[in-house]
């Protein structure tokens, strides 16, 4: 395995490797030595000192280093976001012939680069998966699943009216800056979601107010925002919604109303600069560590489905680290590709709700995906 750096994500993904599969060998890859080296030293504490667990440096951007160290792997998880440009490391994988690509991407542009070369990975035998962490990710295939428990305890076609996914995370100031500029960079552009079934893109709805959520019983009531993750659009088409949109939240709730009070004061094409969203990032991540400082991490969602009919169903689902559920569900998705690849519809490239489509397939992930270390609460309701 390689494992492209962002430390705690990294951290976690290997984790979770070493963990389901003690024959594998992984290395981490990243462009910070010290970092990296602190990280393998945290693995090693957690596993064992039997673990094969290795870091090699390496900047993903040098094609030529890129391709050497993709030489004799079995698979790459790609989690050094922010996923702007051209999927690189997909496409060196492609080159390489890697057997399994996994990647925690979401912008919608990136996505829709990457899914171009499906006939590519497909000739070369790689099998590839974009949004494989949490959400997009386990959202994704969790969202397919309420539709389907919903058509099954129905029995018959379900039409779905509206899709919603809503999230909640606390305790990330210490992961650094990086979460706070894909944060704030999603509030520029138009927001892709589905409305009248169809994709469309829609100027200042990110950071708009969508209420209070009801999450799983330890996280409770929590105020939610418009944000664009591609989900909102992919699912929403795959399952042919009428509309959907998805939004978050965090703690304190202050930074909810700051957030929202910013983004309707502040010019839509300022977020999308990069001195800007780096900026402002910079800026207000020593406040948001310190506040983060006292608060437990923890990470929820909650998929609702409401059909013309009126029935609705809820899935939710709650952890204890955002970052360590990202990480394991990237690791998750990465061994079931790995132990499946030859499975329908082999190898391509795939968003999750287009790989899991098959029930059986989509009942071994979730069951993988809901079972991680840390997890704490997960179910479906169904409410004709």
Known sequence: FRTSDQTARNTAVATRLLQKDETCSVTLAGRNVKRGENARNEILREIGDNAKINFLALDYKDQN??????????????????????????????????????????????????????????????????????????????????????KQQLNATTNIKQLNFSYFTAGLGGS????????????????????????????????????????????GFKNVWAWPFPEAATVGSELQADFSIAGMGTEPDIWNTVLRFFVHIIPSNLWTKSWFSIGLARISQPLVALTDFFLPETHAMRIDILTRKGQRATTLQSHESFRRCVGQSAAEFCLDLLYHRDDDPGPGVFLPEVRYRDNQARQRIINALTSTPGTLHFSSDVHC
């Open 65 to 150: 280093a890129l391709d050497t160290c993709l030489q004799e792997i079995n698979a790459v998880i790609h989690v050094a976001g922010p996923f702007y440009g051209e999927p690189i490391v997909l496409e060196a994988c492609i080159r390489q012939k890697v057997s399994v690509y996994v990647d925690v991407s979401d912008p919608l542009e990136y996505l829709n680069c990457a899914l171009a070369m499906h006939q590519k990975a497909k000739a070369a035998g790689t099998t590839a998966m974009l949004c494989a962490g949490a959400f997009p990710g386990m959202s994704n295939v969790l969202s397919v699943e309420t539709a389907s428990l919903l």
């Open 176 to 219: 650094g800056t990086l979460n706070l500029e894909i944060t704030n960079f999603g509030f520029g552009p138009p927001m892709p979601h589905v409305v009248n079934g169809k994709i469309i893109s829609t100027p200042r709805l990110a950071g708009s107010n969508l209420g209070q959520i009801e999450f799983s019983p330890h996280v």
